[in-house]
């Protein structure tokens, strides 16, 4: 089965409840049902406006689909400042993300704190896309391969194939985020055949081919048809460039 391509934006700690409204309904205007069929297009506000981009997305029928940017393990408890994956899910949100690198630089989350999540946010009904990616230094050194991969391995260790072959990963070179560094499409293609490759060892073939795999690192509107002429590369996860809606648009719509 094809898999169907998915451009994801992360907004990160940026925008507010109001100004969120008026970014789901710009980027709605600029993209129309060709898009949606050939892209599942997410956005992924901070936690504060989750709820009215879920009431615009609901109120006018779009196609675009709410994710969030990170949730805590336990379902409820003393976890003063956290949001649980079965809050996430009663608001809507169909996709969240889970280890991305900040989170695991600035916050201390590690392998096993990832998966805790991961497995969260299937246990709940929504889909993860996880992020894996290698410093510079670990690039230097040749480790990328190693880094990846063991990222993947502690992340769909102990879940079941079809579980796996619905998964989002999205590789995110730690060194590309936010600098301005992109890495070399052939790069991308490496490092998601590396992902499907530890998916195989460790389930099957088929959950290695269905799963889909995004880049993720200073993406933009003049890079983006590049990554995604790799048949390995199935979409991409935007920072910055996802905060404007008609850089975000010209990204999802990556072949005109």
């Known amino acids: 089965m094809a898999r169907k391509n998915l451009i994801a934006g992360n907004w990160k700690m940026n925008a507010t409840h109001l100004e969120a409204i008026q970014m789901v309904q710009k980027l709605s205007y600029r993209l129309d049902a060709e898009d949606y069929d050939r892209v599942d297009v997410v956005v992924c506000p901070p936690f504060t406006a989750l709820r009215s981009a879920q009431t615009v997305i609901e109120a006018d029928h779009l196609e675009i689909h709410l994710g969030a940017q990170n949730c805590h393990w336990e379902e409820s408890g003393a976890f003063t400042g956290e949001i649980s994956a079965l809050m996430l899910s009663k608001l809507g949100v169909r996709f969240v993300i889970a280890g991305h690198s900040e989170r695991r630089q600035l916050f201390g989350e590690d392998d096993a704190m990832v998966a805790r999540k991961l497995r969260a946010i299937v ?4 889909t993860p896309i996880l992020a894996v990616g290698e410093t510079l230094a670990q690039r230097d050194a040749n480790e990328t391969e190693a880094v990846i991969g063991g990222q993947t391995r502690a992340a769909v260790r102990g879940l079941d194939p079809d579980t796996v072959a619905s998964l989002v990963i999205a ?8 600098t301005g560094r992109t890495a070399d499409p052939d790069v991308a293609a490496a490092a998601a055949t590396v992902i499907r490759s530890v998916v195989t060892e460790t389930h099957d073939a088929e959950a290695a081919t269905s799963l889909r795999v995004l880049y993720g690192g200073s993406v933009n509107p003049g890079n983006i048809a590049a990554f995604m002429a790799k048949r390995e590369v ?3 996860l935007v920072g910055g ?3 404007d809606p008609d850089q975000f648009a010209a990204i999802v719509r990556y072949w005109v």
């Open 123 to 126: 246990e709940a009904g929504m």
């Open 171 to 178: 590789y995110e070179p730690i060194w590309a985020i936010g």
């Open 234 to 236: 199935d979409g991409a």
């Open 241 to 243: 460039a996802s905060l």
